[in-house]
Structure formats: structure tokens, C-alpha cells
T-cell receptor
Framework: AQTVTQSQPEMSVQEAETVTLSCTYDTSESDYYLFWYKQPPSRQMILVIRQEAYKQQNATENRFSVNFQKAAKSFSLKISDSQLGDAAMYFC??????????????FGKGMKLTVNP | GAVVSQHPSRVICKSGTSVKIECRSLDFQATTMFWYRQFPKQSLMLMAT?????????EQGVEKDKFLINHASLTLSTLTVTSAHPEDSSFYICSARRAGTVGSGYTFGSGTRLTVV
């Protein structure tokens, strides 16, 4: 079974600084998707960024970028120029690629990010 | 685009009564919807996968008769908590995947906080 591990339960960063959130996963599949979701105090889950495993290029979305290391099964999220609005719970998630495979997202336990002014 | 509406956002009910939570995809068709439960400061726990026009697939340990899921149309899935008890108090979140997509991020509803008194 696929598992997603976020080993750091909490992190803090100074406003305007850069922070990296770690995530590792375990799977026997060769093709899959990885996601980072953000859950602010409103509890609304928001997609931050996604990565297709068959793409070697790391995904980027403005201040958010990932470091995807397929062999190491590592998928870290880097937030640059941190803003107060980035404070939230961050969840790493995995999904198998195949249409006939499981549709469900497998989530890590989450990490609480605090941004200090 | 890709908006999922979930209602109600909060509900308080008496022990022994039933509560229905609705999840609607407003601007897209969702052949598959998912229902999660989230305890305080914890990750999302998948309860069931809801497919339009067929029976839901429940995760191991989830009581089918207590958590009734209906996915009657491509835009609506409902979760009914039957004979609710205080231990059912939790935050329930739905998500939907746009029909015809495989690896796109799933869109989440804003969640429902259920309190059983």
C-alpha cells in the first residue's frame, strides 16, 4: 500500500524568508501524481502544486516549487518569500496514475507552518 | 472554475437523529466524489468513494449503514449520518474530480463541522 510521510509536524519561518517542507512516500508504481495541499484556518483545502512522476522537471507555481527526487521517493515543497497568508497546515498527497487504479488521494499527516512577522 | 459547494458548513444535532450533508460541483461534472473525515489537528481520513449512479465504496472500518452516501447525479453527492452519536462529531469534507481527468488536483468543499449533543 502506498504511504506518505511528513516527518516534521511543525515549522516556522520569518516573513520574506524561504522554507522547505519535506515529504517522502512509498509506492511500487512507476507512474503517479504528487500534490501539496494547503489548509488555512478556514479549513478549506487548497491545491498548491502538483507533480507528475513521469516528468523530470520540477513543478513551480509562482513562489512555490518542488524538489522531486523519484529515486529517493522524496517530494519537498519550497516556499520562497514567505507571506503571512502562507500560514496553514500543509499536506502532501499521492495518487496512482492509472485510470483503473485507485482514485483516492493518500495524505500525509500534515505539517503546521507558522509565519512570523 | 472547479468549485465545490458543501452544505451546511456547521450543524448541531441531537443524539439519535440523522444529518444530511450535501456536496455539489457547481461548474463541472464529477463522476467521482470523495468523503473525508478530519479530527482536530489530524490528516484527512477517507471514508468512501462515491461514483455517480452506483454504490459507494467504503474504506475499511467505515460503517456503511451509519454513513449513507448517495451520488444521484453528476453534480451532487450526499452523506447522511444516521442515528448520530457524540463520537460522530467531526469535520467532514468532500472532494470531487472533474470527469475525464486523471491526474488533476481534486477540488475540495469547504467542509462541514458536525456537533452531536
Amino acid at each position: 500500500a502506498q504511504t506518505v510521510t511528513q516527518s516534521q509536524p511543525e515549522m516556522s519561518v520569518q516573513e520574506a524568508e524561504t522554507v522547505t517542507l519535506s515529504c517522502t512516500y512509498d509506492t511500487s508504481e512507476s507512474d503517479y501524481y504528487l500534490f501539496w495541499y494547503k489548509q488555512p484556518p478556514s479549513r478549506q483545502m487548497i491545491l498548491v502544486i502538483r507533480q507528475e512522476a513521469y516528468k523530470q522537471q520540477n513543478a513551480t507555481e509562482n513562489r512555490f516549487s518542488v524538489n522531486f527526487q523519484k529515486a529517493a521517493k522524496s517530494f519537498s515543497l519550497k516556499i520562497s518569500d514567505s507571506q503571512l497568508g502562507d500560514a496553514a497546515m500543509y499536506f502532501c498527497a499521492y495518487k496512482a496514475l492509472s485510470e483503473g487504479g485507485s482514485e483516492k488521494l493518500v495524505f500525509g499527516k500534515g505539517m503546521k507552518l507558522t509565519v512570523n512577522p | 472554475g472547479a468549485v465545490v459547494s458543501q452544505h451546511p458548513s456547521r450543524v448541531i444535532c441531537k443524539s439519535g437523529t440523522s444529518v444530511k450533508i450535501e456536496c455539489r460541483s457547481l461548474d463541472f461534472q464529477a463522476t467521482t466524489m470523495f468523503w473525508y473525515r478530519q479530527f482536530p489537528k489530524q490528516s484527512l481520513m477517507l471514508m468512501a468513494t462515491s461514483n455517480e449512479g452506483s454504490k459507494a465504496t467504503y474504506e475499511q472500518g467505515v460503517e456503511k449503514d451509519k454513513f449513507l452516501i448517495n451520488h444521484a447525479s453528476l453534480t451532487l453527492s450526499t452523506l447522511t449520518v444516521t442515528s448520530a452519536h457524540p463520537e460522530d462529531s467531526s469535520f467532514y469534507i468532500c472532494s470531487a474530480r472533474r470527469a475525464g481527468t486523471v491526474g488533476s488536483g481534486y477540488t475540495f468543499g469547504s467542509g462541514t463541522r458536525l456537533t452531536v449533543v
